[in-house]
Structure formats: structure tokens, C-alpha cells
């Protein structure tokens, strides 16, 4: 059955350092998604892409982090300057797209990153 | 602002003690509702939905049902087995011009001991 996988699982940054989390989305989905849960706490959404673009984004998705598709398989995301609070794990997800309706979205593992 | 809350955990059970994982949410307009599991090491899954007041959704012996009146959206399993032990999260998405991006809860862990 076709799934989303995330590497690494673990990542350990020093504050100020820029990482890259990696995600391979289901082959045929046109829609992906970045959430973030620190320890806790509620899932929250950081940002949608679509088209080669942001669709949506939240308050959180602020200058630092950036999204990209860099080849038809992986999508990342970048944190240009590691803070401690963005110290949480990080969900990928992917869905097909239908207008005008909820599509499922298929989550990743997700990516720990620890900011020391 | 639309919300979800779900009762803390963890929720630690015998097998085939009666499961109940309360979630209650507010909302601006309409919602579809919705449970996830996540497994250990694995991501997120949907469970089930209801979309509509009454509605009652159902997937793997677990069962919720929208309630309007209340706006609570329970999880309950009758039975639940030592491979129901995940954690549960409830969400809430709202249509017909609103954003389709989940709005989650905090997530509750279940524990099933043999």
C-alpha cells in the first residue's frame, strides 16, 4: 500500500543551524501539507502546496521556514535558523485533490527535531 | 475560532474494558468531523468521520456520533484489544468556502494491557 515516508526521524540541530526535513509523498497526490506538534500539544498546520506554490499557510509558517519540491518526488521543509521552541515533531502529509471537498490526507511518520 | 478539545491521557485500560475518549469542539460554521490514529512509529490515519449532525461513523469496532447539540463527537469501542494502544486524535474540517485543513486536538494515548 502506498504511504508517505520521512527522513530522517530524528534530527538534532543546533540553535541557529538551518535543517532540511524530507518527505516522499504518494506518487499520484497533487496536494501536501506540513504539520507540527510539540510535545504535548495540539497538531498544528503549518502550510499547503499545490501547484508549485503555497496555497495556505498559517501564522506559524513565518519567514524562516520555506517549502519546496525540488524534483517530482521529495518535498521539504526548510528552517533557516533553528529555534529552541521549534523543538517538536514535524508530520508530512499528502492527498489527491477534488474540488469543493475534504480529501484525506495520508501522514507521514513524522520527524523529531530537537534544537539544543 | 474553531477548536477541539479532547480529554487528557493517558487513558490506561485492561483488554476488553469499554473504551470512551471524550472530544467536544467549537466552530464558526458547519463542520466534518473526524478521528485519527497514530500508531507507534507510524503517522497519522484516519479512523472515521461523520459530516453531518446525527451522523455515525464507524470503523474497526470504534464508533462516534456527531452531536450537535452537545458538539461532541465521543470515540467508543466496546472491546478494545492490547493492539488498539495509540494515540487518538480528534479534528474537526470546515467546507463550503472554509479551509479543508484539519483543525486537531492534542491528541489522547491509549493504553491496553493483556
Known amino acids: 500500500e502506498p504511504e508517505v515516508t520521512q527522513t530522517p526521524s530524528h534530527q538534532v540541530t543546533q540553535m541557529g543551524q538551518e535543517?532540511?526535513?524530507?518527505?516522499?509523498?504518494?506518487s499520484n497526490h497533487l496536494y501536501f501539507y506540513w504539520y507540527r506538534q510539540i510535545l504535548g500539544q495540539k497538531v498544528e498546520f503549518l502550510v499547503s502546496?499545490?501547484?508549485?506554490?503555497?496555497?495556505?499557510?498559517?501564522?506559524?509558517?513565518?519567514?524562516?521556514?520555506?517549502?519546496?519540491?525540488p524534483d517530482g518526488?521529495?518535498?521539504?521543509?526548510k528552517i533557516r535558523?533553528?529555534?529552541?521552541?521549534?523543538?517538536?515533531?514535524?508530520?508530512?502529509?499528502?492527498?489527491?485533490?477534488?474540488?469543493?471537498?475534504?480529501?484525506?490526507q495520508f501522514f507521514g511518520p513524522g520527524t523529531r527535531l530537537t534544537v539544543l | 475560532g474553531n477548536s477541539v478539545t479532547q480529554m487528557?491521557?493517558?487513558?490506561?485500560?485492561?483488554?476488553e474494558a469499554f473504551l470512551t475518549i471524550n472530544c467536544t469542539y467549537t466552530a464558526?460554521?458547519?463542520?466534518?468531523?473526524?478521528w485519527y490514529?497514530?500508531?507507534?512509529?507510524?503517522?497519522?490515519?484516519?479512523?472515521?468521520?461523520?459530516?453531518k449532525a446525527d451522523d455515525k461513523g464507524s470503523n474497526k469496532g470504534f464508533e462516534a456520533t456527531?452531536?450537535?447539540?452537545?458538539?461532541?463527537?465521543?470515540?467508543?469501542?466496546?472491546?478494545?484489544?492490547?493492539?488498539?494502544?495509540?494515540?487518538?486524535?480528534?479534528?474537526?474540517?470546515?467546507?463550503s468556502g472554509g479551509s479543508y485543513i484539519p483543525t486537531f486536538g492534542r491528541g489522547t494515548s491509549l493504553i491496553v494491557h493483556p
Not at chain 1, 518526488?73 to 521543509?77: A, E, G, P, Q, R
Not at chain 1, 535558523?81 to 484525506?104: P, R
Not at chain 2, 490514529?37 to 459530516?51: D, N
Open chain 1, 19 to 26: 535543517v532540511i526535513l524530507r518527505c516522499v509523498p504518494i
Open chain 1, 49 to 69: 502546496f499545490y501547484n508549485n506554490e503555497i496555497s495556505e499557510k498559517s501564522e506559524i509558517f513565518d519567514d524562516q521556514f520555506s517549502v519546496e519540491r
Open chain 1, 73 to 77: 518526488s521529495n518535498f521539504t521543509l
Open chain 1, 81 to 104: 535558523s533553528t529555534k529552541l521552541e521549534d523543538s517538536a515533531m514535524y508530520f508530512c502529509a499528502s492527498s489527491e485533490y477534488i474540488a469543493g471537498s475534504y480529501n484525506e
Open chain 2, 8 to 15: 487528557e491521557g493517558p487513558v490506561t485500560l485492561s483488554e
Open chain 2, 28 to 34: 464558526t460554521g458547519y463542520p466534518s468531523l473526524f
Open chain 2, 37 to 51: 490514529v497514530q500508531y507507534p512509529g507510524e503517522g497519522l490515519q484516519l479512523l472515521l468521520k461523520a459530516t
Open chain 2, 66 to 95: 456527531y452531536r450537535k447539540e452537545t458538539t461532541s463527537f465521543h470515540l467508543e469501542k466496546g472491546s478494545v484489544q492490547v493492539s488498539d494502544s495509540a494515540v487518538y486524535f480528534c479534528a474537526l474540517t470546515l467546507g
